[in-house]
């Protein structure tokens, strides 16, 4: 299973972009997936996750900004990012989990100027 995430880039504070993270081989279906972020000199945190059956969550930081989504006919995770701000700068990861198994893709930074 490979992950590769893209779609980051330089944007001024209150822009927009959208994070895709492209999945490899059959198994998206069965993957709860989720973003996370890492700021420099700070630990990788969750962003935002969904379940196999759709279910989301939202860390309080960025819930009513930013929308996660999936697209198993794609068999790809995508992250909205509205309404941006400087302190969602980071490296931005996708990741899979299928019982406990996790696969990380490479990050995508995102920079948000202010």
């Known amino acids: 299973v490979q992950l590769q995430a893209f779609g980051g880039g330089l944007v001024q504070t209150g822009g927009s972009l959208r994070l895709s993270c492209a999945v490899s081989?059959?198994?998206?279906?069965?993957?709860?997936m989720g973003w996370y972020r890492q700021a420099p000199g700070e630990q990788r945190e969750l962003v935002a996750s969904?379940?196999?059956?759709?279910?989301?969550s939202y860390a309080d930081s960025v819930k009513g900004r930013f929308t996660i989504s999936r697209d198993s006919a794609e068999n790809t995770l995508g992250l909205q990012m509205n309404s941006l701000k400087p302190e969602d700068t980071g490296v931005y990861y996708c990741?899979?989990?299928?019982?406990?198994?996790?696969?990380w893709g490479r990050g995508t930074q995102v920079t948000v100027s202010s």
């Open positions: 081989g059959s198994i998206f279906s069965r993957l709860d």
């Open positions: 969904i379940s196999v059956g759709g279910s989301t």
């Open positions: 990741k899979g989990d299928y019982r406990r198994l996790y696969y």
